[in-house]
């Protein structure tokens, strides 16, 4: 319910990820992010953890690109992957609400912008 709460209505995720044939697009709603999330952490006990943010806004509406890196567990020296998300924001009813989120991980020739490093 804590992330429901800081999205406006059903939400979207766009997560893309470099393939040798190409960059692969998955597309899924709020509700399916959510329980995706709870079934992979849960079993794997993946642990993502933000590395940098930059925040751009005008007006009521706002772009957050947050990078992050993801391990296995939080003990491990090494990452396994890192990304950027991109999260879009509106305000309304005096607060803001994530509108969607797309992601961009590393991999065949991209790596994070000095810019999203620490």
Known sequence: ??????????????????????TTLFLESLDEMIARAERVYKQSGLVEREIKRQVRVYGDMASVYSSFYLKRREQDPDNIKRGLHHFQLLRTQGRWFIISNSTMLEGQGWTLPPEFLP
């Open 1 to 22: 319910e804590r992330v429901r709460a800081l999205f406006y209505g059903k939400g979207i995720f766009a997560s893309a990820s470099p393939q040798p044939d190409g």
